[in-house]
């Protein structure tokens, strides 16, 4: 989706194609932080937390757009995951 997120090449299916992309990702976001949602991601629990916000930190820098226009109530959850610590790794063979 990142090439497509600065693409405007005038064709009307298109730029439809994009835009609903772009409100998908959105939604997403927004609900991967609202704990009421279904979708909410658990950013408490060990492990997985790290994989999550790495997408996420990923998906902003590839596509700056994404945090310019998430909702204030979705930036304001955001920010406390920029501080998560690294966490110590388990061998695979353990």
Known sequence: MCPHDRLN????????MCDR???WALQGLHNALD????DFMRFDIAGQQLVNAYYIALAFN???WLWENLDASSKTKMIP?????RIKQKSWGQ
Do not use: C, N, V
């Open 81 to 85: 995951l920029s501080g998560y610590q």
């Open 21 to 23: 992309y772009r409100k």
């Open 9 to 16: 090449t005038g064709i009307t299916s298109e730029k439809e």
């Open 35 to 38: 704990s009421s949602a279904r």
């Open 62 to 64: 590839r596509a700056p």
